[in-house]
């Protein structure tokens, strides 16, 4: 028999490995995430292989809160960059429009050049991480408090045109040498339950859902108190 969930829903779209599962966990939620592709390293409650659009389409107004982190490729400086003449697709825009119909409190997460409102800004230096990697988060249904944005102590530490250079920071993304070791790279996440550089490169740091956790939380107690 399936013991009765108390806890809090949260659907995690997009999970992959679950950085932001991990915060939201942290700050007391049920999450089930939600990813095309297999995840076998994802550290959720329960996890669902399928399009995540359509996913929530038909099950998001089931769950307490959702959080939805869209692939970046559109919107990275790599693809402005290296990659530049790629075409990836824009799920920003389709995915907001679902969540706004199910009715259900959300946030949208994804880089500084993604189409989406800023209401919020987070950098690893605000929870004292060794990853600057800041995200921007578009919120809706209920607020979250800004953290100031702490002047950088320095800079990322790496191989650059044949030099090493010494800094508190590590750049977690792509595959190439120079960036910091595996290990390097978990402690600045916060990440320890996989040593898988990709599943690493794509996750956000879990304190910064466990941020949003929180003020999620204040916001349903608060809700249900003036009930």
């Known amino acids: 028999m399936h013991r ?10 997009f999970c992959c490995a679950g950085g932001a599962t991990r915060g939201y966990q942290l700050a007391g939620f049920h999450v089930t995430g939600v990813d095309v592709a297999p995840q076998p390293n994802y ?7 399928a399009d995540a659009i359509e996913y929530a389409a ?3 107004h089931l769950f307490d809160f959702v959080h939805a982190s869209p692939p970046c490729q559109d919107a990275c400086t790599l693809t402005k ?5 790629r075409v990836y697709p824009r799920l920003i825009a389709p995915t907001r429009d679902v969540l706004t119909a199910s009715g259900v409190p959300f946030v949208i997460e994804n880089v500084a050049g993604a189409e989406l409102r800023r209401d919020l800004r987070l950098c690893g230096e605000m929870f004292g991480l060794a990853v600057i ?3 921007f988060f578009e919120v809706h249904g209920f607020p979250v408090p800004q953290p100031a944005h702490r002047p950088h102590r320095g800079r990322v530490a790496g191989m650059r045109h044949g030099e090493w250079f010494e800094g508190p ?4 993304y792509g595959d190439g040498g120079g960036k910091g070791t595996v290990r390097q790279w978990q402690t600045a996440m916060g990440i320890g339950w996989t040593d898988v550089r990709r599943e690493l490169a794509e996750a956000i740091p879990p304190a910064y859902t466990h941020h949003i956790g929180r003020a999620v939380a204040t916001h349903f107690a608060a809700r249900t108190l003036a009930a």
């Not at 550290?43 to 292989?49: E, K, M, Y």
Request: a positive charge.
């Open 4 to 13: 009765p969930i108390n806890r809090p829903r949260v659907l995690d779209l």
């Open 81 to 85: 960059g290296t990659n530049k003449g």
């Open 169 to 172: 920071y590590f750049a977690v």
């Open 43 to 49: 550290i959720g409650d329960a996890f669902v292989q």
């Open 133 to 135: 990697r800041h995200r």
């Open 58 to 60: 038909a099950h998001a």
